[in-house]
């Protein structure tokens, strides 16, 4: 049960785009198209804001989107916005009836 | 609408024992299995337990196996986890969320914090 890998940081200018990596293995990412992605606001609760690799909640900007190859799920959010500046975390289904979440990333907003 | 609500956080000492509790409204709770997640300070989120819809199926983190216990009573709509011999690392915030059919959570409350300190 070790932790999806996820960079620590990322960042970029308001109106760019930017991609957030979440790396596991052949036991989690790359074997079911079960990944989650989650935006965390300081003292607040997680929020879905992808899941199944590419499905996007009800109420989620479309600026969010997902995908994956192989053992590596990724994260984008296009048209960067100050609201976006979050701590974002993946999720993998891990067999055996087991989740696996990364560590996180910090987007910083410039 | 989906409400989740922690409750049953407290200082504790090492080795004592804490149970939560998780009251949700606003879906079907017996139909949803559900989960409990903690999060250090700090730190990054971490799948604690699960419990299927009627409480057949149960799985732990190897971090907690043998010392945490889940339970659920549908009849209140509300989820549980009874956490024994406590240890340092056990502190953190703990959420309930419900999961999505294919078992993703989607929905979390709010949290309830556990500190394990002497």
């Known amino acids: 049960q070790s932790a999806l890998t996820q960079p620590a940081s990322v960042s970029g200018s308001p109106g760019q785009s930017i991609t957030i990596s979440c790396t596991g293995t052949?036991?989690?990412?790359?074997?079911?198209?079960?990944v989650s992605w989650y935006q965390q606001h300081p003292g607040k609760a997680p929020k879905l804001m992808i899941y199944?690799?590419?499905k996007r909640p009800s109420g989620v900007s479309n600026r969010f989107s997902g995908s994956k190859s192989g053992n590596t799920a990724s994260l984008t959010i296009s048209g960067l916005q100050a609201e976006d500046e979050a701590d974002y975390y993946c999720?993998?289904?891990?067999?055996?009836?087991?989740?696996?979440f990364g560590g996180g990333t910090k987007l910083t907003v410039l | 609408e989906v409400q989740l609500v922690e409750s049953g956080g407290g200082l504790v000492k090492p080795g004592g024992s804490l149970r939560l509790s998780c009251a949700a409204s606003?879906?079907?709770?017996?139909?949803?299995?559900m989960n409990w997640v903690r999060q250090a300070p700090g730190k990054g989120l971490e799948w604690v337990s699960s419990?299927?819809?009627?409480?057949?199926?149960?799985y732990f983190a190897d971090s907690v196996k043998g010392r945490f216990t889940i339970s659920r009573d549908n009849a209140k709509n509300s989820l549980y986890l009874q956490m024994n011999s406590l240890r340092a690392e056990d502190t953190a915030v703990y959420y309930c969320?419900?999961?999505?059919?294919?078992?993703?959570?989607?929905?979390w409350g709010q949290g309830t914090p556990v500190t394990v300190s002497s």
């Open positions: 969320a419900k999961p999505l059919r294919s078992g993703l959570p989607d929905f």
């Open positions: 606003g879906f079907n709770f017996s139909s949803y299995s």
């Open positions: 419990i299927s819809s009627s409480s057949g199926y149960i």
């Open positions: 052949s036991s989690d990412v790359g074997s079911y198209n079960l």
């Open positions: 199944e690799v590419t």
């Open positions: 999720c993998s289904y891990a067999g055996s009836n087991t989740l696996v």
